[in-house]
T-cell receptor, first 111, second 115 residues
Framework: GENVEQHPSTLSVQEGDSAVIKCTYSDSASNYFPWYKQELGKGPQLIIDIRSNVGEKKDQRIAVTLNKTAKHFSLHITETQPEDSAVYFCAAYKGYSTLTFGKGTMLLVSP | DSGVTQTPKHLITATGQRVTLRCSPRSGDLSVYWYQQSLDQGLQFLIQYYNGEERAKGNILERFSAQQFPDLHSELNLSSLELGDSALYFC??????????????FGEGSRLTVL
């Protein structure tokens, strides 16, 4: 089955800095890659997603890039704010399969 | 608030016991997913139901079972509990059958502690 590796497991940045979280996947047939944010005491929430026919997608301060050849995708958060502190999960999916999550990255943004 | 309701929020029980976790999906959502979250394993997919039928199955133990009822709520039954079953169990719902055609909305989880 699909295997998703996520790095780093923890990331500490200063407010205003950029943060980058990277994921690799094993199944070249995967074609949908969402990112979820989990705040303390809550369930994960979708923040952005990308499909295999697109190389980059942006939504205000967050962006996701996808390299199908290398089978990796990344989440970029610019101008980080304390409220960005959370656990971020990447995931991969192909048709007739299941959504497979990485193990998560704890992002801490210090004021 | 995602609109997905999970009960109970916390549950403490002993090894060998059986528990039932309940999930009420968002109004109108036909898909229900169950995930197990532990510190070292992240989010592990257990099972998905779509409109009452099992659609996908992950690494769900034989001691675990689930079902989706005609009113679309779902229950996850965990039996012969072991210490290693202690985890946060999430339910998610979606309007779509597949994860790539509809956003998954997660509940706040049920934290199970097995002593």
């Amino acid at each position: 089955g699909e295997n998703v590796e996520q790095h780093p497991s923890t990331l500490s940045v200063q407010e205003g800095d950029s943060a980058v979280i990277k994921c690799t996947y094993s199944d070249s047939a995967s074609n949908y890659f969402p990112w979820y944010k989990q705040e303390l005491g809550k369930g994960p929430q979708l923040i952005i997603d990308i499909r295999s026919n697109v190389g980059e997608k942006k939504d205000q301060r967050i962006a996701v890039t996808l390299n199908k050849t290398a089978k990796h995708f990344s989440l970029h958060i610019t101008e980080t704010q304390p409220e960005d502190s959370a656990v971020y999960f990447c995931a991969a999916y192909k048709g007739y399969s299941t959504l497979t999550f990485g193990k998560g990255t704890m992002l801490l943004v210090s004021p | 608030d995602s609109g997905v309701t999970q009960t109970p929020k916390h549950l403490i029980t002993a090894t060998g016991q059986r528990v039932t976790l309940r999930c009420s999906p968002r109004s109108g959502d036909l898909s229900v997913y169950w995930y197990q979250q532990s510190l070292d394993q992240g989010l592990q997919f257990l099972i998905q139901y779509y409109n009452g039928e099992e659609r996908a199955k992950g690494n769900i133990l034989e001691r675990f079972s689930a079902q989706q009822f005609p009113d679309l709520h779902s229950e996850l039954n965990l039996s012969s509990l072991e210490l290693g079953d202690s985890a946060l169990y999430f339910c998610a719902s979606s309007a779509a059958e597949a994860p790539d055609t509809g956003e998954l909305f997660f509940g706040e989880g049920s934290r199970l502690t097995v002593l």
